[in-house]
């Protein structure tokens, strides 16, 4: 047994002051008090609860900030344009440097504070489009990253047949490829059972999007699948997507999903940008969730997701990273309040007609729905039979310490940065201090040496 004592330890109704945290060996928690105990380690620190990252492409961090120098051209620079630097990227990629790259991924995520990821994996094959001889080789590197940074995994094989609406995949995109749901299914029973041999590492299933399976596959995948674990799939990113979707199925994708599939909590649908009013009731209806990427979609140029009706309606969302343009949690939540802020002039994106405290809320979104992305269900934030997840964040900052205790959660909201964490916790025990993780010069060598043999930076 060991005891933590904190400055302050975040609940969802209020901040837990002077707290002492006992777990066991594991770092589960055993017993949350404000009295004292005898024996404790004290960490000068408030502690929040972990960040869940529901929506992560591993690789694509290899070219985060290389696609921002734009040419003269009379063709369009904007999603379709980024996604053919991607396809490149995708195609050279060796296991090995997948797993140096998703690696380092993963030590920032930690840095920045997330202690959990749903890793949406698509890029199965080997460079010329053939399964390896371990189906699940290139999601097993995942997990033995997530494994040697300490970040926990929820691996998500994706389920992608199609290059677009009734069309045939094009060579580019051949390492991501099920020939047919069986194919696709044997890739995840195969993921199902790599995940078994590594700690914190769960499952979930995927198709790409709409676009990238039929109708008639993604029902049979929706009734055949294990309800046990979650399923994810992109949908309604692009303008493109939706005109291409009414020309194939005379239907708006979210339309589409609503009448075709039986939505519920195990449904993470990725982006939902452009949805009309309808459909963005109907989807909070549902009980789906969403999952939101702010730096990616604003920096791909996708477009606004429709809070306000959604929310209105009961839906809940979770953040993701996506291409990792950016990998701040507290900086996705305000990408995202900005955005809908200019949108309605409106400052209450979160809380909408509610009397609170915006920042509290998002938090609470934000982390509920993310455990529901990862196969999860929690009551609060830190609970005893519960890991101890947590960043901790330094009380000595000057706009944290200057803070009464009933601002200090927006006040780490809306003005944080990395340069106010003291560090990460997962089950119970440090994986990042004082600005880096505890393994960062052999992870980062290795990340640098697999990014000089890729040649694309």
Not at 36 to 47: L, N, P
Not at 107 to 115: D, K, N, W
Not at 251 to 256: D, F, H, N
Request: aromatic share 10%; hydrophobic share 35%; charged share 25%.
């Amino acid at each position: 047994m060991k005891t933590y004592k904190f400055k302050g330890l975040l609940t969802k109704d209020a901040w837990l002051e002077d707290v002492f945290v006992q777990i066991d060996e594991e770092g589960i928690i055993q017993q949350i008090s404000q009295q004292k105990a005898s024996d404790y380690e004290e960490v000068h620190a408030y502690a929040l609860p972990g960040f869940q990252n529901a929506h992560s492409h591993a690789f694509q961090y290899a070219m985060a900030g290389l696609a921002e120098r734009h040419q003269a051209s009379s063709m369009a620079d904007d999603f379709w344009s980024w996604r053919e630097a991607m396809y490149q990227l995708a195609l050279s990629m060796n296991p090995d440097q997948m797993e140096a790259v998703a690696t380092m991924l993963y030590a920032e995520m930690l840095r920045q504070g997330y202690t959990e990821v749903a890793e949406f994996h698509y890029v199965h094959h080997d460079k010329d489009g053939k399964p390896y001889t371990k189906l699940a080789e290139m999601g097993e590197r995942l997990l033995a990253a997530a494994q040697k940074t300490g970040i926990k995994i929820t691996l998500i094989p994706v389920f992608y047949r199609y290059g677009g609406f009734g069309q045939a995949a094009n060579e580019r995109q051949r390492r991501f490829l099920s020939h047919d749901l069986e194919s696709y299914l044997r890739l995840f029973d195969e993921s199902r059972s790599a995940v078994k041999n590594y700690a914190d590492a769960s499952v979930g299933y995927a198709a790409h999007s709409m676009r990238a399976v039929s109708p008639s596959d993604l029902k049979m995948l929706c009734q055949v699948r294990q309800p046990e674990f979650p399923l994810h799939m992109h949908i309604a990113e692009q303008k493109q997507e939706i005109k291409a979707c009414i020309q194939y199925l005379k239907s708006r994708p979210v339309e589409w999903i609503l009448n075709n599939l039986n939505l519920g909590p195990n449904y993470h649908l990725v982006h939902s940008t452009h949805m009309n009013r309808d459909e963005s009731s109907a989807l909070g209806e549902s009980g789906a969730h969403v999952v939101l990427c702010p730096s990616t979609e604003g920096n791909l140029g996708d477009g606004l997701f429709s809070m306000r009706s959604f929310q209105e309606h009961g839906g809940k969302w979770s953040i993701g990273t996506d291409s990792h343009i950016g990998l701040n949690p507290f900086e996705e939540l305000r990408i995202l309040d900005y955005g809908q802020r200019v949108h309605t002039h409106n400052r209450n994106s979160f809380i909408g007609e509610e009397a609170g405290d915006n920042g509290a809320k998002a938090l609470e979104i934000a982390f509920f729905a993310g455990k529901k992305a990862m196969g999860k269900e929690v009551e609060d934030y830190f609970e005893v039979g519960e890991a101890l997840d947590a960043l901790l964040i330094d009380p000595d900052a000057p706009l944290i310490a200057s803070s009464t205790i009933e601002n200090l959660t927006s006040t780490i909201v809306y003005t944080s940065d990395p340069s106010m964490h003291k560090g990460t916790m997962v089950n119970g025990k440090w994986k990042v201090q004082e600005g880096r993780h505890l393994d960062h010069a052999a992870i980062s060598q290795n990340f640098r040496t697999a990014i000089k043999e890729l040649g694309n930076r």
